[in-house]
């Protein structure tokens, strides 16, 4: 039996906001063997420690995504398995250029608005396994979403909905299914929201729900204020740009 005193811990430290939603990522990566995880938006690590619970036992692989991994590997990395796979990448890039094998969890944390989701899930839904699901952070935190290059952005919640082609009424209920997908929201700790696609197949029809067009133009522009250091309003966080893959134009 795995001893989860150390993992509960370091979740329960102030700096780690997945709150008791952190158990339910691990009950999810217990119902697998031999499955495929990555964290998109690793931080400090504590979904990829929550996703790599049991993982030697039970054969699973755990990676991630992210522009910097200091805080990871002073914090998290001694939960995870040495296998662990760091990916110094742009989420989106990463998921428009993966040829890699496909995944059962994929786990969404990074920038918190709609358009950097949207285009996260353009890409990787083509990459989550049959019967796989997409499990989203900060689904539903109060108030308006993220202010970034003077702009206010709509929420995490709302990509959600829009991508899945679900009725605004779906983010105020905990639980929801229809022919396509299962979705199960924890609202606690600025929320979890985890989604099951239970129709490959629906990906091409989630997508022609979406102007792509004005998806990317958003997302090129939150890209050019975090990688392009000639825009006057180059927000630095101090990563090495040099070692990270981005495209600063992608296009759908």
């Known amino acids: 039996m795995t001893n989860l005193t150390p993992l509960r811990n370091f979740i329960a430290q102030p700096h780690c906001d997945l709150g008791e939603n952190a158990w339910k990522l691990v009950d999810l990566a217990r119902t697998f063997k031999n499955g495929r995880f990555i964290d998109l938006g690793v931080r400090l690590g504590a979904s990829s420690a929550c996703l790599s619970v049991e993982a030697a036992e039970r054969g699973n ?64 839904a083509d990459h989550l396994k049959d019967g796989g699901f997409f499990v989203f952070h900060d689904s539903h935190w109060e108030g308006p979403g993220d202010v970034i290059g003077g702009v206010q952005h709509e929420r995490v919640d709302v990509a959600i909905t829009d991508f899945f082609g679900l009725p605004k009424s779906v983010r105020e209920m905990d639980i929801y299914e229809d022919e396509n997908v299962v979705v199960n929201h924890f609202k606690p700790s600025f929320g979890m929201t985890f989604v099951k696609v239970k129709r490959p197949e629906a990906i091409e ?11 990317f133009e958003t997302r090129n522009w939150l890209a050019d204020l975090h990688f392009n250091k000639e825009n006057p309003n180059y927000i630095d966080w101090q990563q090495d740009l040099n070692n990270i893959q981005f495209e600063l134009g992608l296009n759908p």
Request: with cysteine; hydrophobic share 40%.
């Open 61 to 124: 692989k755990v990676m991630g995504c992210d522009l910097m991994f200091d805080g990871f590997q002073r914090e998290g990395a001694r939960f995870v398995n040495p296998d662990y796979m760091c990916y110094p990448a742009d989420s989106v890039t990463l998921g428009k250029n993966w040829d890699e094998d496909p995944f059962d969890v994929i786990f969404v944390d990074t920038i918190h608005t709609r358009e950097q989701v949207l285009a996260e899930l353009y890409y990787w």
């Open 205 to 215: 029809e989630f997508k022609s729900n979406i102007d792509w067009k004005q998806v």
